[in-house]
């Protein structure tokens, strides 16, 4: 299965795409999407989206994984990160992808066996499971990655509980 | 000139276009897009997104007036209105549209001359300031109308400052 990962934010959006064949990870495709923050809210949302939908159109995920954005009193990066998170639940729906939404804390458990590993843990367990060849771009591109697999584990989980069943 | 204001919101957003001709205003159109709490979020933001780019497709207003959000902590409604917000500022950048933000306290100051002033009252002076013929659907509809007046009044005003220097 193939999996697009989404870490949600306007200043840098990271983007990750994971295939699995016969229970091996390979990173597809790795990326932080940028923009500056003195430009108009507006056309930063815009030119986000419409990567987000190049990235889809290219490598047609099954699914996609975006990371659940959370209310953080005082933090000035809170409103542009979670209109940001709408965006790539947006652009997902729009083409009809599954969505799957993880917290951090989920996905963390999943890479590092432990819901409040560091970034550079995350960063460094996401590049073992694929197989070295990844999470060199930044660390929002790495938790991408990271929800892809996440999300892979997740549903191989939901395959095997089915089985037993 | 004519104005497309936005109350954002999820499972209510509030629409309303005015058209100022000769300093008379006109309500064009008005409208709440209502999505159910219990479907997907993808699903209801790609709703909201669709109905948004139609309305302005049909009235194709000079400039946006979208209502800027706050957070509040502990609000159930913070994340999708947020969420929603950014969809309103994507739908307008991508077709184009100057968009303006306004506080609620501005949009508030604009129309009843009080930045604090109550839903109905807001309600009330949209509908005197646009000859009784409005603000029957919704208090979210009424914003809209209410944000679309401010932008009228902000622009004339900053006419008037123009040809004073």
């Known amino acids: 299965m193939r999996v697009m990962g989404i870490d949600p934010g306007l200043t840098r959006m990271g ?6 064949r016969a229970g091996t ?10 923009t500056q923050p003195g430009d108009p809210v507006g056309t930063r949302l815009n030119y986000v989206f419409d990567r987000l939908v190049d990235v889809m159109g290219t490598f047609r995920p099954e699914a996609v994984a975006v990371e659940r954005v959370f209310l953080k009193a005082n933090s000035k990066t809170a409103i542009p990160s979670i209109q940001a ?30 819901g409040a590993a560091e970034k550079q843990q995350v960063r460094y367990m996401v590049r073992q499971l694929l197989g070295g060849k990844a ?17 892979i584990n997740s549903s191989r989980m939901g395959n095997l509980i089915k089985l037993a069943r």
Do not use: F, Q, W
């Open 85 to 114: 998170s709408g965006l790539a639940l947006l652009a997902a729906a729009t083409h009809g992808y599954p969505v799957r939404e993880y917290s951090p804390a989920e996905m963390k458990m999943a890479i590092a066996g432990n």
């Open 25 to 34: 990870l390979t990173c597809v495709h790795e990326e932080t999407i940028t």
């Open 135 to 151: 999470g060199d771009d930044t660390p929002d591109s790495a938790d991408a990655l990271g929800l892809a697999i996440c999300h």
């Open 15 to 20: 983007v990750g795409v994971v295939d699995e």
